[in-house]
């Protein structure tokens, strides 16, 4: 049920292109809930005893919360409505605020389980449990409950945008949404740090909006290592096609100030070709009903295992067929 590996913060190359996340936080090893909701009592129990490692006030912390009989209701936010003249600018801000409301998970243990390869249906469902549970998140978690919170804004375009940092010989990786409407830029997320998660609307490029992110990281004397940009994502919830998480991977080291933003208008030039494009649909009720488990069709395809080499920085990608998403675990709902 508990899995955890050596990595940075967030998204992990290694680890990114088996479709999960990296789980270390801040240097500390975490854990991940692979045995879903509700947690199981071994799960529970970890959770504590990592809690008594990580925290400064070691096992007192969790006797303390776990023996009170007076700990306060915590209020469960709501999901956002709108009103039909409510603005994009001001969905954006109500969305970021559900977010934020939900609060950032500093348990050390990650509650719902998020693989990259599965199909952007599958983490859908995900992210409906999300807002079922109402616990709190991570900024991975938060990417996938942003892409379903703006699935109905067909004005507004959803890419993942992560970063790799260095801080006193450590690395660090975070991951937002960057989000797109009226030729302007933005981003939705979560972060212990204010200024690294919700971007308004208002960067007039993709580069004004990697910077504006480079300077906050500067605040707090990260250096920007990396930068990985993703497609913009379908609106289709049911759809069976995967994230594009890592369109261009831009080596900030190896580029000057010009040729990265040269790499990135160039990369916001793929995102808008790709609109017009027609997606993946989803499959047909015969086609489903064909689909079943995995677990119980041995046909089922396989990911793939064979790593894809790396593009040196500033070259463009080369479209290759696509695996197969991992359908590993999920069987489509007829």
Request: aromatic share 8%.
């Amino acid at each position: 049920m508990l899995r955890t590996t050596v990595g940075c913060v967030g998204v992990e190359e290694r680890d990114e292109d088996e479709g999960e996340e990296d789980l270390r936080d801040g240097g500390v090893p975490f854990f991940v809930n692979r045995g879903g909701l509700p947690v199981d009592e071994e799960t529970w129990e970890q959770m504590w005893r990592h809690v008594a490692r990580i925290h400064p006030n070691g096992e007192a912390i969790g006797t303390r919360i776990r023996g009170a009989s007076d700990l306060p209701k915590i209020p469960t936010p709501s999901v956002p409505t709108y009103q039909p003249t409510t603005s994009i600018p001001q969905r954006l801000e109500a969305i970021q605020k559900y977010i934020r409301d939900l609060q950032y998970n500093h348990t050390g243990t990650q509650f719902f389980e998020i693989k990259k390869s599965r199909p952007l249906t599958a983490l859908m469902d995900i992210a409906k449990e999300m807002t079922r549970e109402s616990l709190p998140i991570k900024c991975l978690e938060a990417v996938i409950l942003g892409i379903y919170l703006t699935n109905s804004m067909s004005g507004v375009e959803r890419f993942p945008l992560s970063f790799k940092t260095q801080f006193s010989g450590n690395h660090f990786c975070h991951i937002v949404l960057g989000v797109h409407s009226g030729g302007r830029f933005g981003a939705l997320g979560i972060s212990r740090r204010m200024d690294l998660m919700f971007k308004p609307l208002e960067f007039r490029t993709l580069a004004d909006l990697v910077q504006e992110f480079e300077g906050a990281y500067m605040g707090y004397w990260h250096t920007l290592r990396k930068v990985k940009i993703g497609q913009y994502v379908s609106h289709d919830p049911h759809s069976v096609e995967q994230i594009d998480w890592k369109h261009s991977i831009l080596d900030v080291d190896k580029l000057t100030k010009e040729e990265m933003r040269r790499e990135l208008e160039r990369h916001t030039r793929d995102m808008r070709m790709k609109i017009g494009k027609a997606a993946p649909t989803s499959p047909t009720k015969d086609k489903k009903c064909n689909m079943g488990s995995p677990h119980r069709n041995p046909g089922s395809p396989m990911r793939r295992n064979s790593r894809i080499e790396r593009r040196p920085s500033g070259e463009k990608k080369v479209l290759d067929p696509k695996s197969p998403p991992d359908m590993n675990g999920y069987q489509i709902r007829v």
